[in-house]
């Protein structure tokens, strides 16, 4: 039963008002803590006002002296009330609130993105506001690209790993990492990139980074001066173009065909370029697979120039027709080509781990990089990687995401060629997580975006990732998160949402 008392006679405030619950969940130390606090917050209990002996209010309110005890020190712990020799308890005189409050002619206006003193480059930045708000506060429906079958990871393995780390982490890790990374993941990542991509490295070459991203990051800031000019495919990654930019790169564009980036476009119109940023493996977005002999041109063309080799081996190990091609990095001379490869489309993208290969030369002027720009990635999850790989779950996860992906994939083009035939052509490919289709006469880029919408579809236009007009208008279709069942639902929402937008 609520228990409560008066202290009128000693005190302004009426402590009737507290009332404790004993049936309640919360001890009862804390609801006398929370009245209190409260009371003193509301000026109930004034600054400079003296609290009743821990025995005499425990007393009166009907409660062990334990309990008072408890309140009073935690609210003392959190600055609303103070102790005072001779003087017993008393209400604090600059409460928390105040200390945390500006006075009212101090606080300045807070300043907008219109006042802001944004760079100029900065500006560029923009346009990928609108790609992080989908990717982070929408959720995921078909046919959202670059991402991978998330339910389809073995999580329960993944927890027993990590938890068998944190029982017998060391404390070295716990207290330092080399900034190329935890030393057993880079030694894993090296065996597996000499076996499985063709990419003969030391781990001493190895740089773990947070994703792509930041490799290609620490690239442009390690290679790039203001007006150095840099060659990219076609359309191509956005994202690196801006990185690219930001540091005053000048970036041209150089178009790609069946075969992948035209070596022979980029030796005619390209003079002087630095660095060449290229998606072999599987072509972004258009997702082609670049040539042997267009490989071979490249590294050639490479080496008359001078200009340094960029290989972002995007979705490299997801290949379900023919045997992979050699990495360039495994083709050309030493220091030729940089290698980057990344871990979250491969497992699940909230892991940022990726890496870079690196000359031996340069490994040095790259660390000193990697420190500063956040010392290294997290431990914990280096070294349950680092087991995982290790262990040969990684190896085995890869076989049956290759045999999941290559069944979606098929999925997605017969349901686009059952419901959405004469609008939008959905051919296969070698390799990659999303599939390109192709739009036909009657139906626009911006028309099949609006029915999108209107069908609970999710469609990203591919003139995102192009500077120049594309000869024929295509959106990016991903399959790698989703069901047959789930794609063949889209199809046919889309396919009902288009036909009164079509204009056949």
Known sequence: MPRGTSFQTRQRFPLESLALDEKAAEPLYRQLEAQIRSAISDGRLPPGERMPSTRQLADDIGV????????????????YLVTAAGSGTLVAQDLPEQLLQLPAGNRAAAPTSATFPFSRASKRLRAVEDWIAA?????????????????????????????????????????????????????????????????????????????VQQGIDLIAKLLLDPGDRVCMEEPSYAPARLVFEL???????????????????????????????????????????????????????????????????????????????PALYGLAPPGQVLYSGSFSKLLFPALRIGYLVVPTDAVDRFTAARWLVDRHSPPLEQAVLADFIEEGHFARHVRRMRTLYAERQAALVEAARRDLDGMVDVPASDAGLHQIGWLSD????????????????????TSWFGVCKARRESVIMG?????PREIGRATKALAKALEPLSTG
């Open 135 to 211: 990717e982070v506060h929408r959720p995921s429906r078909p046919f959202r690209a670059h991402a991978p079958a998330s339910d389809a990871f073995p999580r329960q393995l993944w927890a027993r790993l990590t938890t068998r780390r944190l029982r017998n982490m060391s404390r070295d890790l716990l207290e330092r990492v080399d900034p190329r990374g935890y030393r057993p993941l880079r030694e894993a990542i090296a065996d597996y990139l000499g076996g499985a991509r063709g990419v003969a490295c030391e781990p001493e070459q190895v740089i773990v980074t947070a994703g």
């Open 479 to 483: 399959y790698a998160p989703f069901t």
């Open 64 to 79: 062990a002296r334990n309990t008072v005890k408890n309140a009073y020190n935690q609210l003392i712990v959190e600055g």
């Open 247 to 325: 540091m005053g790169a000048k970036v041209l564009s150089v178009p790609v065909d069946e075969e992948g980036l035209e070596v022979a476009r980029l030796s005619a119109a390209v003079q002087g370029a630095k660095l060449v940023y290229v998606t072999p493996s599987s072509q972004f977005p258009l997702g082609m697979t670049m040539s042997l002999p267009r490989r071979l041109a490249l590294i050639e063309w490479a080496k008359r120039s001078g200009a340094v080799i960029l290989e972002d081996d995007y979705n490299g190990e997801y290949r379900y027709a023919g045997r992979p091609l």
């Open 442 to 461: 009657t139906v626009s880029e911006a028309t099949i975006v609006r029915a999108a919408a209107t069908a609970g579809v999710e469609l990203m236009p």
